[in-house]
């Protein structure tokens, strides 16, 4: 497809026959009866569910139904997303790279466990947590050019996309992120209080001079891995059949598509990964990190000095990690490849106790207060999806995938794609109910400014005020049971 050229997406599924379609629309439907647990509720990955105990490790199992010499794979690709990069040049040929700016040397480092990652509270660090940098349009050519989905938005012309904390060994990082907190009382229906906080960023210490005034500061906590790969499988059209733009039912939700390109094809894709549904693939989602948190070029992002740009000289003039012999970029292929693979088969855990009494009321209040309106509980994935193991699933993600206006409170002024500063993509909900386990924290939200999950739900307006209100409508035992389904998930 060219660019400029308007996306065509199928509006049906394009991958079943009659029989699989009647079959998916009945087993996909809202359930009624929340008497008992669900047909399958509990494999909330389907058949890829990882039934290990629970652990600090929920979170880094491969797919339950890939082949023994997939195993393998994964295995590669874990070790490299564990891998410690450094600074060129280096006697490790093979992992040097770093940089020259950076926020972290692995993968890891950032999703911790595969899980998500925390803002810098007490002596935690905030090395899982960094800041985008950009601004909109200033003219009419800018216009075209974010029209046409060339670009997402326009850098920093000092800094680039993102603020990066950390630098190799002689040469300035650029800055400091800083966070302050103010204060919120929010008063539920039963007069219990709950204190949120909002937070204001800034950035102390700019080694490079100052920051364009019209740039933004958009705050990110790494979010956890599991289930991408059952994501990546849904059918272009069972998402954007939940799209409504321009509320024509008029229930007051309006989830919209999110367009992008294909880094590699240029090719318009549906965007269905990232806080802002940015990025329409997995390998599209690690080729960024890769060369925008570590600096570490690959084929699909062949920048060899990351973030660095042509006002930071120091920077441009550092050494690569480019060895001639293994490739063109500092994590040629396979490494790409690799890293994507374990990306799209790490396992969703199964469901704990769908079947409790107060676990079965919690959903029913869930559903009874609109949630499910964003947060889509289940999906089939396509017959034809490229890695069997992701074809012909039904899974549990609780989302919809769409961008939606959540309000001025969560606001951060920044446009990605067609995603503006109120909008942000409904984040799926599986495997929330681990976050504690696998993280030792309870930091929630694209920002982790919501110490737990009622704070996280009290922060959601514009588009889901109504789901938020109803739910600090709610008595006590009644908010409790909700959450206890959402921790169950």
């Known amino acids: 497809m060219a660019i400029g050229e308007s996306p065509s997406f199928p509006t049906e599924r394009t991958d079943l026959s009659p029989k699989d379609k009647k079959r998916v629309v009945g087993v996909t439907r809202p359930t009624q009866n929340f008497s008992k647990a669900e047909n399958f509720e509990t494999m909330q990955g389907g058949s890829a569910t990882s039934k290990a105990i629970v652990n600090g490790d929920a979170f880094s199992h491969f797919s339950a139904n890939i ?52 803002p810098p509270e007490g002596t935690a660090d905030d090395t899982s947590m960094f800041l985008r940098l950009a601004r909109d349009a200033r003219d009419a050519k800018e216009q075209q050019i974010l029209a046409r989905h060339e670009a997402l938005n326009f850098p920093d012309v000092t800094y ?23 204060d919120v009382p ?34 990110r906590v790494a979010p956890p891995m599991i289930g991408m790969g059952m994501i990546q499988a849904i059918h272009e059209a069972d998402i954007l059949a939940k799209a409504d733009p321009d509320d024509a039912d008029g229930d007051g939700i309006s989830g919209k598509a999110s367009l992008v390109r294909d ?5 318009l894709k549906l965007g269905r990964f990232g806080y802002k549904a ?53 994590a040629p292929d396979p490494v790409l490849e690799l890293v994507t693979f374990y990306s799209e088969n790490l396992a969703v855990p199964a469901r704990r106790d769908p079947g409790d009494p107060k676990v079965l009321k919690g959903k029913e209040l869930f559903y009874q207060s609109g949630c499910v309106s964003c947060h889509t509980p289940k999906f ?80 959601h307006e514009g588009e889901a005020q109504a789901a938020r209100d109803a739910f600090a409508s709610l008595d006590r035992d009644d908010r409790i049971a909700l959450i206890a389904f959402l921790e169950s998930l």
């Open 67 to 118: 082949t023994f010499a997939e195993e393998e794979t994964f295995k590669l690709g874990n070790a490299l997303f564990r891998k410690l990069w450094v600074s060129s040049p280096s006697s490790t040929q093979a992992s040097d790279g770093l940089g020259p700016l950076f926020n972290a040397r692995a993968c890891q480092s950032c999703h911790l466990k595969d899980g998500r990652g925390h």
């Open 380 to 459: 089939v994935t396509r017959r034809d999806a490229e890695n069997k193991a992701h074809a012909f699933q039904l899974v549990w993600p609780y989302s919809d995938f769409l961008l939606h206006d959540m309000g001025e409170g969560l606001a951060d002024g920044q446009r990605v794609g067609v995603a503006d500063g109120r909008e942000w993509r409904t984040q799926p909900l599986w495997g929330i109910g681990l976050t504690e386990t696998v993280n030792e924290h309870t930091f929630f939200l694209h920002d982790g400014r919501a110490r737990n999950l009622t704070e996280a739900i009290l922060w």
């Open 263 to 267: 880094h590699r094809t240029r090719e």
């Open 278 to 330: 940015e990025n329409a693939t997995i390998r599209d989602q690690s080729a960024s990190a890769f060369v925008g948190d570590m600096g570490i070029s690959n084929p699909d992002a062949p920048f060899n000095q990351g973030d660095c740009t042509s006002s930071q000289q120091a920077c441009l003039d550092r050494p690569t990690g480019v060895q001639e012999r293994l490739g063109a970029t500092e």
């Open 160 to 182: 680039g996309k993102q603020l990066q904390e950390l630098a190799v060994p002689g040469l300035a990082s650029e800055g400091t992120m800083k966070i302050a907190y103010e």
């Open 186 to 219: 929010v008063t539920l229906g039963d007069g219990e209080v709950v204190s949120l906080r909002r937070p204001t960023y800034s950035v102390e210490g700019l080694k490079y001079g100052p920051l364009e005034p019209d740039v933004t500061l958009s705050p």
